[in-house]
C-alpha cells in the first residue's frame, strides 16, 4: 500500500524592491556636494548613465561639474528637498547686495558732485551743484585727492564688486530652468534615433549612391558567396598612374576604370567571383597649386578625391558604386572590437570624449617600457656626468645625445573601461557608435541584393540572419595583413645600394625634382620682391617649370662627375627669355645623395615594394623614381643627353 502525499503548499510572499539613493535619482534634482574641498554648494542632476549622475552648478557660462559615481553617491551627495526656496533665497541675498553696492557708489559719486542721476539734469543745475560743492570745501588739496583716490581705486572697485554680485543674481535667476533643460536631454535622444532610421532607409534604398558599368559578361554562380574585403584599397597606389604627377586624381577616374576592367588587374584586386572592396582615389591629399578660380577648381578636385567606391565584381561583371559615405580604413572590425574578456583603457579628453583606447595588457606594457627607459637614461647621465660629457664633447648639448631620451607616456586622464569608472558610458558609446558605423555597410549589401542587378543570380538573402548571412556572405579579414609580412623593404638601403656603384657614366634620375625646386624659389624671391603684388594675393610655388625650359630631363646623363665630393653636373638648352628664339645652356649641380643611380635598376625590381601593402601605400615615395627606370631600361623612356663642354655657356648656380 503506498502512502499518501498531499501536495506541498508554497506561500506566496510578496517582494518589494528596495530602490537605492541611487537609482531614486532623477534629473533636475539638485544635490549639495563638496567641489574640490570647497564648501558645499547646490548642484543640479543633467544627467544620469548606468553607473554614475552628472551635477552642474547654476551658472550663465563657464559652469562647474562634477561626475559622481554610483558607490559613492551617499558619501558625496545630499538631497535638498527644498531647492526652490534656497534658490529664491539667494536671488532676494544677490538683489539686496547689488542694491546696496549700487547705494554706496550713489552715496560716494554724490559726496564727489559726480552723482549719476545729474547727467539727467539740465547742465546748468550739474555745473550749479558741482561749483557749490568745490566752494564749500575748506581743504581742495584733499577734495582733489578723493577724487583721484575715487578715479582709481574706490569707484573701480565698487563696479568690479558689482558685476560679480550682478553675475551672481545672474546665475541663480537662472536656476530654475535647469530642471527643465535636464529632462530635455532624453527627448533629443529620440531625434538621434529619428535621424539614424532616416539615414539607414537613405542606405538601404540607394539614394546616396550611383552604379556605374565597368564590363560586362558572364555573372558568377547562384550559390557563389560575396566575399566583402575588410582594407580600403587606393586606386592611385593600386594602379600607380600618373605616378610621374604625384598620382591619379578624381578627372583620372575613367582611365582607373578601363584599367580595372582588364582580367589580370581585376584578378588581383578583386580575386573572387562575386566580391567587394571598398576605395578612394588616394591616401593622402595631392599638392596643388593656383590662385583665383584655378584655386577654387582644385579644392573641388581634392574633395572628390575624398569620394569612396564601392568595387563589386560578379563574375565577368564589374560595377562601381559611388557614395558620399565614408565606410572608413576597415569596411567591418577585426573579430573582437570589444572583448569583456580582455580589460581596456580608454583616455578622458575633455570629460565628454574617449581620445583613444587600448587593451589593459598594451597599457601596462607601455608603462614598464616607460619606467625602463626613465631607468636607463638616468644610469646614461650617472654614468656620463655632465660636466666631464660636455669637456670631451664640445658644442654638443648632453640631455640631446642620451640615447635614452624621448617623450614619456603619460598616464595622466587614463582609466580603466570598466564599471568603476564614470566614463564607462562614454567608452560604451563610442564602441556602440563604432558598430553602428560598421552596420551600415550590411544596409548597403542588403540593398544591392534586392534591388541592383550587380549581384544577379543569387538565392534569397536577409543580412540580419545568421544562417542567411553565412550562406551568402563572407568577411576577408586582409586588414591586419600587414602584420605577416616581416620586415618591410627599405626603400633608402635600396637607393644607397645602387648608388654606390655610381661612376661617370651613369644614368641619373633626380636632377629635374631639384631643378624645379630651384626655378620656384627664384620665383617665389621674385613675388615677395614685387610691391606691385598685394600680400595677400602673392602665391608661392613648391616646384615649378618655367616655360621654354625643358629642364635636365626626368632620366639623364652626366656633363660631369667628381668622384670625391660626389657632385653631379647637368647641362640643357633654355630659351633665353619666353617665346625667344635664342637658346642659351643651362646647368644644375647635384650631389650623389639627392640622385637615383638609374644604370643600376634590374628590370622588376619596384615590384619588391609595390608587393607589400605598406611601401605600397608610400608610392609616392619611390615609384616616380623606379618606375622611370623601368620605363628607362625597357625603352619606353630615353635618357637626356649633356651638352658638348665646347658650347659656349650662361652658367646658372645652384
Not at 58 to 68: A, D, Q, W
Request: hydrophobic share 40%.
Amino acid at each position: 500500500m503506498s502512502e499518501r502525499f498531499d501536495p506541498a503548499v508554497i506561500p506566496v510572499v510578496e517582494v518589494e524592491k528596495v530602490f537605492t539613493d541611487f537609482e531614486k535619482a532623477e534629473l533636475g534634482q539638485w544635490y549639495w556636494t563638496k567641489y574640490n574641498a570647497n564648501e558645499p554648494i547646490l548642484m543640479c542632476v543633467m544627467e544620469i548613465g548606468s553607473n554614475y549622475l552628472e551635477v552642474h552648478e547654476p551658472s550663465l557660462r563657464g559652469y562647474r561639474l562634477k561626475r559622481v559615481h554610483r558607490d559613492e553617491f551617499n558619501d558625496v551627495l545630499t538631497y535638498e528637498p527644498n531647492a526652490d526656496h534656497h534658490i529664491q533665497e539667494m536671488v532676494q541675498k544677490y538683489q539686496l547686495a547689488l542694491a546696496e553696492n549700487m547705494a554706496q557708489i550713489q552715496r560716494l559719486t554724490e559726496s564727489l558732485g559726480i552723482a549719476p542721476q545729474i547727467a539727467h539734469q539740465p547742465v546748468g543745475d550739474a555745473e550749479n551743484k558741482s561749483l557749490a560743492l568745490l566752494s564749500g570745501q575748506v581743504d581742495v588739496t584733499a577734495f582733489k585727492t578723493a577724487l583721484i583716490l575715487a578715479k582709481t581705486e574706490t569707484l573701480p572697485a565698487l563696479f568690479k564688486q558689482s558685476e560679480e554680485i550682478s553675475g551672481e543674481l545672474g546665475r541663480w535667476m537662472g536656476a530654475p530652468g535647469m530642471p527643465m533643460k535636464a529632462r530635455l536631454g532624453p527627448m533629443k535622444a529620440s531625434v538621434d534615433k529619428i535621424e539614424d532610421r532616416l539615414f539607414n532607409i537613405q542606405l538601404y534604398a540607394g539614394m546616396l549612391e550611383t552604379i556605374f558599368t565597368l564590363s560586362e559578361g558572364q555573372p558568377a554562380a547562384r550559390d557563389e558567396k560575396l566575399r566583402i574585403m575588410q582594407r580600403r584599397l587606393y586606386m592611385d597606389e593600386e594602379c600607380l598612374l600618373e605616378y610621374e604627377a604625384g598620382g591619379m586624381e578624381f578627372k583620372s577616374i575613367g582611365e582607373f576604370d578601363r584599367w580595372l576592367a582588364k582580367p589580370v588587374n581585376r584578378d588581383r584586386i578583386l580575386p573572387f567571383q562575386r566580391c567587394m572592396v571598398s576605395m578612394r582615389v588616394r591616401r593622402n591629399e595631392k599638392e596643388r597649386g593656383g590662385i583665383g578660380l584655378s584655386a577654387f577648381i582644385q579644392i573641388r578636385e581634392a574633395n572628390a578625391d575624398k569620394f569612396t567606391y564601392l568595387i563589386v565584381r560578379n563574375g565577368e561583371q564589374l560595377y562601381r558604386v559611388c557614395t558620399d559615405i565614408d565606410f572608413g580604413e576597415l569596411m567591418f572590425p577585426e573579430r573582437a572590437v570589444f572583448d569583456p574578456s580582455e580589460p581596456m583603457m580608454m583616455k578622458i579628453w575633455g570629460r565628454d570624449r574617449i581620445d583613444k583606447m587600448m587593451s589593459k595588457r598594451e597599457f601596462d606594457s607601455r608603462v614598464a617600457e616607460d619606467k625602463k627607459r626613465d631607468a636607463d637614461r638616468q644610469q646614461w647621465e650617472l654614468d656620463n656626468p655632465e660636466e666631464e660629457w660636455v669637456a670631451a664633447n664640445p658644442n654638443k648639448d648632453w640631455h640631446y645625445f642620451n640615447p635614452f631620451r624621448g617623450e614619456r607616456f603619460s598616464t595622466h586622464d587614463w582609466e580603466p573601461f570598466d564599471d568603476t569608472s564614470v566614463y564607462y558610458d562614454l567608452g560604451m558609446r563610442k564602441i556602440q557608435s563604432e558598430i553602428k558605423e560598421y552596420n551600415r555597410i550590411a544596409l548597403v549589401v542588403q540593398g544591392l541584393f534586392d534591388r541592383t542587378p550587380t549581384l544577379i543570380p543569387h538565392n534569397p538573402v536577409q543580412m540580419w540572419r545568421p544562417a542567411s548571412f553565412n550562406n551568402s556572405v563572407e568577411l576577408i579579414y586582409d586588414g591586419s595583413m600587414a602584420l605577416h609580412w616581416g620586415e618591410a623593404p627599405d626603400i633608402h638601403a635600396y637607393i644607397a645600394a645602387c648608388n654606390a656603384q655610381a661612376t661617370a657614366e651613369s644614368i641619373m634620375f633626380g636632377q629635374e625634382q631639384l631643378w624645379a625646386e630651384r626655378e620656384a624659389v627664384r620665383e617665389n624671391r621674385k613675388t615677395d620682391n614685387n610691391w606691385r603684388i598685394p600680400s595677400g594675393n602673392k602665391y608661392h610655388y613648391t616646384t615649378l617649370r618655367p616655360e621654354g625650359d625643358p629642364g635636365p630631363g626626368r632620366v639623364a646623363k652626366m656633363a660631369s662627375w667628381t668622384p670625391r665630393s660626389k657632385v653631379a653636373k647637368f647641362t640643357w638648352l633654355r630659351e633665353r627669355s619666353p617665346q625667344s628664339d635664342v637658346m642659351v645652356k643651362a646647368q644644375i649641380k647635384a650631389p650623389l645623395d639627392k640622385l637615383f643611380n638609374v644604370s643600376a635598376y634590374q628590370v622588376g625590381d619596384f615590384k619588391r615594394f609595390f608587393a607589400d601593402p605598406r611601401t605600397r601605400a608610400a608610392y609616392l615615395e619611390w615609384a616616380p623614381m623606379l618606375l622611370s627606370a623601368e620605363d628607362y631600361h625597357r625603352g619606353a623612356l630615353a635618357a637626356s643627353e649633356p651638352l658638348p663642354e665646347s658650347k659656349p655657356a650662361t652658367r646658372f648656380k645652384l
